[in-house]
């Protein structure tokens, strides 16, 4: 089959000839009269002027023809407009192209054909002027340069008919067009006017055409349009300006026009439009967003009033419940200070959301993206809310996939703040059965992945008609809700806020009575982390996993797999049992303490009554919550069940655990809680407060922390500054709103009193915005507490800016044990001297280590580094019973951007601490001593005096 010749440019050929709007027109004398010379011309009984659509050739004019079209695909001009200049076919029968074509073998019988094609000006052929004979046939060379300038004639004729049209549209675009269109010569006067300007201004054409168009210009305006006009006579193709135009009234109307000189005319184009409206519309815009601004402003100084004025009093509230609750009480005092500690917290909690809200809806919130471990992300979060769950009762499960990359790059503190509000309310609305934290990768690459975070709970579930409305602020599913569960109805709002500025959105899948599940997705930088090495694992071959929860056993399964390690599922207490009575054997068995029927605990002494009386012939591990009482402690340790796992297991928890089954160091214990760290430095410290409460409860902790310290008490920022100007105290609580004059200003007022040396100053304030904080670094102050304090936070505050030995007159105590508690290690390994000596060898590595990778991580300023080191050193420093190293270790995990001072301090401290301990455990490396006792408390203070 032929095939048939296509333009290259086919598509915009085709678009150019429709806009020629002359397809289907009729009939036109100009074309004729062209048709019927190029016949009498050639000598040719017919003549065409054909034109070339999709599938059909028309013709616009035709001599010797009936016919006014005829299908494309047998048109001779096809192969015609193909080229740019005479196509002849002398005989048709003899042309491959043509013998077997329609027009050939039947009517009307061509066989000659002379064709030259239609070519507009920007270069596209439309169609052909042709002539054809019944006879064969051949053109001479002065007809073909006829046939070729009729073409042009024709196409010159189709271009000016196009403008033509288009000089009538603008006629009717002119006439009644809503924007003023004129011509202007260069002598200042109108020659041509539309419509619009009677209808805008008012004047009528008559008048506006024998008066000169700048006396039309407000006087004010008049300099720049002279000046327009003057760009336009040096050569400017158009110019935009604005002005201002008298109407018949005598008022003015803002016209915005666009002028353009008509080449060799000397008269310009213009158009206008009236913008008037709309001038006024952006002016009461503008003063709107002005008095926007302004009540957003207002707004944030209200936020912070508000919230110096109702922290104030919760100031009062929970320091002093907190100091009750660390005094002799008997248990009903104890049990009701408790509820109004928690009361108050609550409403704190409460407080915090608003301002957040706020902070939000304001814009002046910001993430501050970090490195962060996924696995201490989802650790950290199930944690917080633990208590809560299991108090009620409910299942806590922490689903964290294996296969995730262990470290990711995120806000942690705005994302475990989603977390935890997520399950805050699954724990709210749920009375029975589970929830769920899941945290899964949808898509990985090597730089980023795609995270699914994950809350499900077997709650009251929310209907389908109430679900978009849990999203809104202050709403909850129903009033009714509200009033059984409480809350602000914000903690979702907050939470699909952070993270529309993490760029995901959060999700709900419910169903009333069968629980909800809300997730969302967040795509994240993610690096893999070197993965962590467990002794001893390919020990355990084979586990049995007690648990009534499916889901939970589903969750260990799947750990255990990982590790290529076996496992064997039981429901209940009895079919543990069963499965032992069969003689199967097993590594270890994780049981469940809560179950039905037969509890974990009861098992376990049938286990041991019945099948395997210790643990070294059947190791046996608890999963417990945190809140069970000590007779679990106590009854473990009856039945020789060597370890204890606190639900929701993690991960790394139970590979711990399972890799301690192996080794002979006994476990080490958990920390007990951090007592508060006390001072007997002799030490000047001045409080600026303005508040009754806050100042009393600020004098009591300081006189139970650092109770040698002299205590300066100020009421406002200019009895601080007068004591300043007598004597610099070591340290200053400055509360920031004060009356006279208020912190900011007294810092400042300090600062230029110190010459040379150096007095931390700290924000002492019930504010919470950014802002505060910001303006209190601005100011000169060294640090920000937020109010309500309780004695740890002053605690923390003067360990981080009262360093040891600063103060001339501080004297060394004698007893050692703030640097080395050698207790903490003889619990552990009792007056074993090996495990003593080993212990002591992997810490004085540890040490040796983190001091040289500290200092590397301060050099480059890697602040994520920093807490990393920091965490770690603070778990060497617990374990190894080194409290003051301790305290030092964990202020690097809470160091922030710009603290550079602080790092530089806390780097110093630590180095020195580390070495006074390094001292002091280098009597103890391997072959040097056999316990402990070889060296007193004495000795320990005397090292580190020396140091």
């Given at each position: 089959m ?8 086919e ?6 000839l429709?806009?020629y ?15 019927e ?27 010797g023809l ?8 047998l048109?001779f ?8 200049g005479?196509?002849e ?25 002379a064709g030259?094609?239609l ?7 439309l169609?052909?002027v ?11 060379g ?26 009538r ?11 003023m ?17 009677e ?6 054409a008559?008048?506006?055409l024998?008066?000169?168009?700048l006396?039309?210009?407000?006087p004010?305006d ?14 400017l ?5 604005v ?9 003015y109307?803002?016209l915005q ?18 913008i008037?409206?709309?001038?006024h519309?952006?002016?009461e ?12 402003i207002?707004?944030?100084e209200?936020l912070a009033n ?29 049990q009701?200070?408790t ?23 304001a814009?002046k919130?910001e ?44 806000d ?5 703040q989603?977390?935890?509000n997520l ?14 934290l899941?945290i ?6 090597t730089e ?6 994950l ?17 809104e ?12 569960y409480?809350?602000?109805?914000l903690?979702?709002?907050i ?13 709900l ?22 993965p962590e ?12 996993i ?8 589903l ?7 990982l ?6 599922q ?27 029927y ?13 099948f ?34 606190v639900?929701p ?34 030490v000047?410290i001045l ?21 040698n310290?002299?205590l300066?008490?100020a009421?406002?920022?200019?009895e ?5 100007k007598?004597?610099?105290?070591c340290?200053?609580?400055?509360d ?19 010459h040379?040396?150096?007095?931390p ?33 002053i605690a923390?505050v003067?360990?981080?800016w009262?360093?040891?030995?600063e ?5 060394e ?9 050698v207790?903490?290690i003889?619990?552990?390994a009792?007056r ?14 540890e040490?040796?280590d983190s001091?040289?990778i ?23 420093a ?16 809470q ?24 001292e002091i ?7 040097t ?12 203070g ?6």
């Amino acid at each position: 089959m032929q095939q048939l010749p296509i333009p290259h440019n086919e598509d915009a050929r085709l678009k150019t000839l429709h806009n020629y709007q002359i397809l289907n027109s009729l009939a036109e004398d100009e074309f004729d009269r062209i048709t019927e010379l190029a016949s009498l011309i050639c000598g040719t009984p017919i003549s065409l002027v054909s034109l070339i659509d999709e599938k059909r050739q028309w013709f616009k004019s035709r001599f010797g023809l009936e016919i006014s079209e005829t299908d494309r695909k047998l048109a001779f001009c096809q192969y015609t407009i193909m080229g740019d200049g005479l196509m002849e076919v002398e005989d048709a029968t003899k042309d491959d192209r043509f013998m077997d074509n329609a027009l050939v073998t039947g009517e009307p019988d061509l066989r000659f054909y002379a064709g030259f094609p239609l070519i507009d000006p920007d270069g596209y052929a439309l169609g052909t002027v042709c002539v054809i004979d019944r006879k064969p046939n051949q053109l001479t060379g002065k007809q073909k340069r006829a046939l070729e300038l009729l073409a042009k004639e024709v196409m010159a004729l189709i271009v000016k008919r196009r403008q033509k049209e288009e000089l009538r549209n603008f006629e009717k675009l002119f006439r009644y067009s809503s924007d003023m269109i004129c011509i202007a010569g260069d002598d200042g006067f109108f020659k041509k006017v539309n419509p619009a300007f009677e209808r805008i201004l008012g004047w009528d054409a008559e008048y506006l055409l024998s008066t000169s168009f700048l006396e039309f210009i407000h006087p004010d305006d008049l300099s720049g349009a002279r000046e327009e006009l003057e760009n336009l006579s040096a050569g400017l193709e158009t110019v935009n300006f604005v002005g201002r135009y008298r109407t018949s009234s005598g008022d003015y109307r803002i016209l915005q026009w666009t002028v353009a000189p008509e080449p060799g005319t000397g008269n310009l184009f213009g158009i206008s439009r009236d913008i008037t409206e709309s001038i006024h519309q952006q002016q009461e815009l503008s003063a709107a967003k002005l008095q926007a601004e302004q009540a957003s402003i207002a707004k944030s100084e209200f936020l912070a009033n508000m919230s110096h004025e109702i922290r104030t009093p919760l100031n009062g509230v929970i320091g002093f419940t907190d100091l009750v609750l660390k005094t002799g009480l008997t248990e009903i005092q104890q049990q009701y200070l408790t509820i109004v500690n928690q009361s108050a917290n609550a409403l704190l909690s409460i407080i915090n959301d608003i301002l957040d809200f706020s902070k939000i809806e304001a814009g002046k919130l910001e993430l501050e993206i970090e490195k962060y471990d996924i696995y201490e992300l989802g650790s950290q979060a199930s944690d917080i809310i633990t208590y809560q769950i299991q108090a009620k009762g409910l299942e806590m499960l922490l689903n964290i996939s294996p296969e995730l990359p262990r470290f990711i790059w995120t806000d942690s503190v705005r994302l475990k703040q989603v977390l935890i509000n997520l399950l805050s309310n699954a724990a709210k609305f749920t009375e029975h059965g589970e929830i769920e934290l899941r945290i899964e990768a949808l898509s990985a690459d090597t730089e980023q992945v795609d995270l699914r975070f994950l809350v499900r709970d077997t709650g009251i579930g929310i209907y389908p008609d109430k679900q978009k409305k849990v999203f809104e602020a202050f709403s909850q599913e129903d009033g009714s809700t509200t009033k059984k569960y409480g809350g602000t109805g914000l903690g979702l709002t907050i939470s699909n806020k952070l993270l529309g500025m993490m760029g995901s959105r959060l999700q709900l899948d419910s169903k009333p009575g069968s629980g909800s599940t809300f997730f969302f997705d967040l795509t994240l930088k993610a690096e893999q982390g070197d993965p962590e090495v467990w002794e001893n694992l390919e020990l355990i071959k084979k586990v049995l996993i007690v648990d009534d929860n499916e889901n939970n056993r589903l969750i260990l399964q799947q750990m255990l797999l990982l590790r290529d390690i076996e496992s064997t599922q039981a429901r209940t207490g009895f079919e543990a049992l069963q499965l032992l009575a069969g003689g199967e054997r097993y590594d270890v068995v994780l049981m469940d303490y809560h179950m039905p029927y037969m509890d974990g605990l009861e098992t376990i002494r049938k286990i041991r009554e019945s099948f395997y009386p210790t643990d070294s012939e059947q190791p046996i591990m608890l999963l417990s919550s945190s809140s069970d009482d000590e007779t679990v402690v106590q009854s473990c340790a009856e039945l020789q069940v060597g370890h204890r796992l606190v639900k929701p297991v993690k991960m790394q928890d139970i590979y711990t655990a399972l890799s301690r089954l192996h080794k002979e160091l006994p476990e080490i214990l958990q920390a007990g809680a951090v007592e508060t760290e006390t001072t007997s430095e002799q030490v000047t410290i001045l409080i600026a407060e303005d508040n009754a409460v806050n100042m009393l409860l600020a004098r009591t902790i300081l006189s139970r922390i650092a109770p040698n310290a002299i205590l300066l008490e100020a009421r406002n920022g200019i009895e601080a500054v007068d004591f300043c100007k007598k004597e610099l105290p070591c340290l200053i609580l400055m509360d920031v709103q004060m009356p006279e004059m208020n912190g900011y200003q007294a810092t400042r007022a300090i600062r230029e009193l110190e010459h040379g040396t150096h007095i931390p100053i700290i924000a002492f304030t019930a504010g919470n915005v950014r802002s505060e904080r910001d303006a209190a670094f601005e100011a000169g102050m060294d640090d920000f507490v937020v109010k309500p304090v309780v004695e740890q936070m002053i605690a923390t505050v003067l360990a981080k800016w009262l360093p040891v030995n600063e103060h001339a007159n501080h004297q060394e105590p004698d007893d050692g044990t703030l640097h080395f508690d050698v207790d903490v290690i003889t619990r552990y390994a009792g007056r074993d001297g090996e495990m003593i000596r080993e212990m002591i060898a992997l810490t004085i590595t540890e040490l040796e280590d983190s001091n040289r990778i500290l200092e590397t991580q301060a050099a480059q300023n890697d602040l994520a580094g920093l807490h990393s080191t920091g965490h770690r050193l603070y778990g060497t420093a617990v374990s190894a019973g080194l409290p003051a190293l301790s305290g030092l270790a964990r202020q690097f995990e809470q160091l922030q951007r710009g603290e550079n001072v602080l790092m530089e301090t806390l780097i110093s401290r630590t180095h020195m601490e580390i070495a006074i301990v390094l001292e002091i455990l280098a009597a103890h490396r391997p072959g040097t001593v056999s316990s402990l006792g070889e060296l007193n408390i004495t000795d320990i203070g005397r090292i580190s005096r020396k140091i």
